[in-house]
């Protein structure tokens, strides 16, 4: 059980152009999703944190209009990175938790590789 | 300002010993804090928490300290085996941030037969 996925799993686009990467929770509905970026040996850095139904939550430094998040169902969120830029490059992962804002719980899915031509 | 660190060198180590790895954190005020399993290209693998007034958790052949006056977190994997190679990170989650996780770097653990 608690199984996240994420679509797709690795991408390549051109400068300039668009791209939506899709979370799911599998078998369990996921109340807060958490969306990360993490560059070659480096820690996940987290980027924004969603509730279903509301507007994200994003960390400082992390452009909102740059990169969009919508959380529209209990499992399923999406982060489209807009304008894509060689710099946007990265591996995305995102979270599901079952619970509320307190929950222990969080499950990662299998991370998209994004590279930006 | 906040940190997290663990240790950037990988840990080498020959089958059926003990892998040690450190967790340090700068002025947090944890909740509780994780490890993770990270295999190259994939997402986190949850393995165990261990809260603020826990001092060790064990699951299998993994263990967990948590010193809260040290400020560090220690990972333990006994008899490790090859398959236990992987990046071992931590994440600890703040009283004043409850759901964020804040990662540390990861450190690279390679079990050699």
């Known amino acids: 059980g608690a199984v996240v996925s994420q679509h797709p799993s690795w991408v390549i686009c051109k400068s300039g152009t668009s791209v939506k990467i899709e979370c799911r929770s599998l078998?369990?509905?996921?109340?807060?999703m958490f969306w990360y970026r993490q560059f070659p040996k480096q820690s996940l850095m987290l980027m924004a944190t969603?509730?279903?139904?509301?507007?994200?939550?994003?960390e400082q430094g992390v452009e909102k209009d740059k990169f969009l998040i919508n959380h529209a169902s209990l499992t399923l969120s999406t982060l489209t990175v807009t304008s894509a830029h060689p710099e946007d490059s990265s591996f995305y992962i995102c979270?599901?938790?079952?619970?509320?804002?307190?929950?222990?719980?969080?499950?990662f899915g299998p991370g998209t590789r994004l590279t930006v031509t | 300002s906040q940190k997290i660190e663990q240790n950037s060198e990988a840990l080498n180590i020959q089958e059926g010993k003990t892998a040690t790895l450190t967790c340090n954190y700068t002025?947090?005020?944890?909740?509780?804090l994780q490890w993770y399993r990270q295999d190259p290209g994939r997402g986190p693998v949850f393995l165990l928490l261990?809260?603020?007034?826990?001092k060790e958790k064990r699951k299998e052949r993994l263990k967990v300290t948590f010193d809260t006056t040290l400020k560090q977190s220690l990972f333990h994997i006994t008899a490790s085996q090859p398959a236990d190679s992987a990046t071992y990170l931590c994440?600890?989650?703040?009283?004043?941030?409850?759901?964020?996780?804040?990662f540390g770097a990861g450190t690279q653990v390679v079990v050699t037969p």
């Open positions: 979270s599901a938790s079952p619970g509320t804002g307190m929950s222990y719980e969080q499950y």
């Open positions: 078998d369990f509905q996921a109340t807060t």
């Open positions: 969603s509730n279903e139904g509301s507007k994200a939550t994003y």
């Open positions: 002025n947090y005020s944890p909740a509780y």
């Open positions: 261990i809260r603020e007034n826990e």
């Open positions: 994440a600890l989650v703040s009283t004043d941030s409850w759901g964020k996780f804040q």
